[in-house]
């Protein structure tokens, strides 16, 4: 696996509070024009019944949700598709979001129910396909052991769900695969999940940052204790 050519292709942050935010055409007004103010360009936004949809494509794609979900709770969710940029232009972004929101917003004293972060990533690899890599090189097994489960691959990994310990809530979710749209390349993702209450603020860069420095501190490691055997 080759690290420097870690390419991030998704960001996404999550926050479920309380109480609901009140959506309606005046908020989301306001809430286009702070965007506007904290020069987040938006492609469009959408005004539903139950929240509000803003969407900027094609570069540097985003979306944005702001609903009112049941049992009187409400969702922040920034997703980044795709960035093609480095990930503090992303958390800057989202930090900006957050801003706009407690503008608009500014009435709720907020209680943060459960949160998420998800990152995923492509690394090239050495081999034609990533999953014999990581079976041959991580995993020391033969070629032809895998012949028992069918002729040819078109794909595999690995995934691993990591409980919570000691004072940290936190539940981890991760992926190492191969990429289904180009074999060569080794897919990661990292999702990490808070299921408790965390306070009364967003804090979208610490919740990122939290899941980068796993896969790149704690993931990458992993995949690279292969190369010492």
């Not at 479920?16 to 935010?21: A, D, E, G, M």
Request: proline residues 6%.
């Amino acid at each position: 696996m080759d690290i420097e050519s870690r390419q991030t292709i998704h960001a996404g942050v999550n926050f479920i509070f309380v109480p609901s935010p009140i959506i309606n055409k005046g908020r989301l007004l306001d809430f286009q024009q702070k965007l506007d103010e904290f020069d987040i360009d938006i492609s469009r936004v959408e005004y539903l019944d139950e929240g509000i949809v803003a969407i900027r494509q094609p570069k540097h794609p985003i979306q944005i949700t702001i609903s009112s979900l049941q049992q009187h709770t409400g969702q922040l969710l920034m997703v980044f598709p795709l960035p093609g940029r480095p990930l503090e232009s992303v958390e800057a972004e989202s930090e900006s979001i957050v801003n706009v929101f407690n503008q608009v917003w500014s009435e709720d004293r907020r209680q943060v129910l459960s949160s998420d972060a998800t990152i995923r990533d492509l690394y090239n690899t050495s081999s034609d396909h990533a999953f014999k890599e990581l079976w041959e090189k991580r995993l020391g097994q033969t070629p032809g052991s895998l012949s028992l489960l069918g002729a040819g691959l078109a794909g595999g990994g690995l995934r691993f769900v990591i409980p919570p310990t000691g004072d940290d809530p936190c539940i981890i979710e991760v992926k190492i695969e191969s990429y289904l749209r180009d074999s060569s390349k080794l897919f990661i993702e990292a999702q990490f999940k808070w299921p408790g209450p965390s306070g009364t603020t967003f804090n979208p860069t610490e919740k990122l940052e939290r899941v980068n420095q796993y896969i790149t501190k704690k993931v990458v490691e992993f995949i690279k204790q292969g190369d010492q055997t």
